[in-house]
């Protein structure tokens, strides 16, 4: 929605330091996200969005609000998904795609005949809007109709903090733009064009939305409710919002998830080097869990 479709209220004061500093600390203890003083412009600018639709005047009402145990949490899920970043891409970071389909998918066909035997398992964590576990999804595929593999099978699940981010996931539908530079191949392949020429986006087809499923999951949680043992995570541009500290306790807790063998990815400008962590290094950015004996 454009702002100038909000109804115009005043904003009586700013964002006082006070109100960002509480919010900075029940964010950074709730979601391990740091917000220092350089990120107050921009949660002010987003959080004036939010108070124009709520047609509020205070800051500080809405601080209140947010921090307010008696209301059950009912604004923190609009304000989590306000100062989150869910910036993500198809195919964001090519070279990890690429490692997947030259290194890691055939390893673990080899080793443990995972995709045969059973679904490989790959988790992105997180998932944002869902690009990730979809281009995922278009890997394993093209990976099995290369080897010549049609019984291939492969399983995806995508966790996020945001519940929008993940509605969005679920429901499947981009803006065409968002698929702009892929190969025309893989989209007449993998995705369904809207019929409405006015509304130019893509669902993603059948085949793709199988594989892939969605939930909730914050990092923070002292223990994460998954079930299977994973061959590939990822864990990609969540990691720079994280002290040290609380990187190495959210890594550590992935990778209690990671079977022996299994591959562990970071985003090119995050590394798990220094971390007390159990995976070791085999490319830049890329780990692996030692194989068991
Ligand atoms: C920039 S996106 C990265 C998405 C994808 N991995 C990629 O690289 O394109 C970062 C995501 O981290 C999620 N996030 C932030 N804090 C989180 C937490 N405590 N637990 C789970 N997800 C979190 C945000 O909601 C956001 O969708």
Known sequence: MAQEDFPTIELRYGLSDKDFNRLARFIQTECGIQMPPSKKSLVTARLQKRLRILKMESFTDYVDWVLDPSAAGEELINFIDIITTNKTDFFREPGHFDFMTKEALPDLLNRHQAGLRRPVQIWSAPCSTGEEPYTMAIVLLEFAENK???????????????????????????????VATLPASLKKKYMLRSR????????????????????HLNFMDSSYN????????????????????????????????????GYFFVG????LN??????????????????RG
């Open 196 to 215: 409405d020429p006015n509304t130019p986006r893509v669902k993603m087809g059948p085949e793709l939305r199988q594989m892939v499923r969605f939930q």
């Open 268 to 271: 090119h400008s995050e590394t």
């Open 148 to 178: 010549k593999i049609p019984s291939y099978k492969g399983q995806i699940l995508g966790t996020d903090l945001s519940t929008r981010a993940l509605k969005h996931g679920q429901n499947a539908v981009y803006d065409m733009e968002r």
């Open 226 to 261: 998954i079930s299977q043992a994973m061959d590939i995570i990822f864990c990609r541009n969540c990691l720079i919002y994280f002290d040290r500290p609380t990187t190495e306790a959210i890594v550590n807790k992935l990778c209690r998830h990671l079977a022996p063998g």
């Open 274 to 291: 220094n971390l007390k962590v159990p995976v070791t290094q085999v490319a830049p950015t890329i780990y692996q869990l030692p194989q």
